[in-house]
């Protein structure tokens, strides 16, 4: 049964803490993403991930950064959280980046920085 | 500008209906892709729809790609329909990039 897992599934933090998402896969996929989803503006793509130690800023990375050692997991990092990145985040993975890549997604977090 | 609209941006529908939801994409997509969102729930993909058209159950898609436009329909309607359904291209040119549109409401009412 192909997966995409995301702990948690619900965070709350303080403004200035350190956030940790963490996102796994069990398809081998090479290639993950990390989303966040706001009211009125759909998803946007904060970074990909090609393969281990392979990755690419999307559309909204400041404040973000990411961590994959392995294939099976891509971690998003928030050092010093911000109220405006309170959001609910997404992981995705697809088997490549070209041709034939259906992105397939996990639960969601749902962040609170207060 | 914004490169994927849809429309409606909400729709009431009693149940028995039919519905047809509109995307329309800038001209790098190269693939199109369907989501459902229950309210609170994560994103499940419905059709991978490169042109022409799919099915999947009550729900056909059809894309033109050379028109940039693509459409979901939804046959007899059930209560089980009702979220948001998200359209978002895909760009490989950006490494396979996906640029979602901010998606169409529905209610199904019994």
């Known amino acids: 049964d192909m997966k995409v897992t995301q702990m948690p599934r619900y965070l709350i933090k303080r403004m200035g803490e350190n956030v940790l998402l963490e996102c796994g896969q069990d398809m081998s996929h090479e290639t993950m993403y990390w989303y966040r989803q706001d009211p009125g503006l759909g998803l946007q793509l904060i970074y990909i991930s090609y393969d281990v130690d392979s990755n690419s800023e999307g559309d909204i990375p400041k404040g973000y950064r990411v961590s994959r050692k392995k294939r099976e997991h891509f971690s998003l990092i928030l050092d010093s959280a911000k109220t405006n990145q309170t959001s609910v985040y997404f992981c995705?993975?697809?088997?490549?980046?070209?041709?034939?890549?259906?992105?397939?997604f996990g639960p969601g977090t749902r962040l609170t920085v207060l | 500008g914004q490169q994927v609209q849809q429309s409606p941006a909400s729709l009431v529908l009693q149940e028995g209906e039919n519905a047809e939801l509109q995307c329309n994409f800038s001209?790098?997509?190269?693939?199109l892709q369907w989501f459902y969102q229950r309210p609170g729930g994560s994103l499940v993909s419905l059709l991978y729809n490169p042109s022409g058209t799919k099915h999947t159950g009550r729900l056909t898609s059809t894309t033109v790609t050379k028109e940039r436009r693509s459409s979901l329909h939804i046959s007899s309607s059930q209560t089980t329909d009702s979220g948001t359904y998200f359209c978002a291209m895909v760009d490989n040119s950006a490494g396979n990039k996906l640029t979602f549109g901010i998606g169409t409401r529905v209610l199904v009412r019994p």
């Open positions: 995705a993975s697809s088997l490549g980046w070209a041709n034939y890549a259906e992105q397939f």
């Open positions: 001209s790098t997509a190269t693939r």
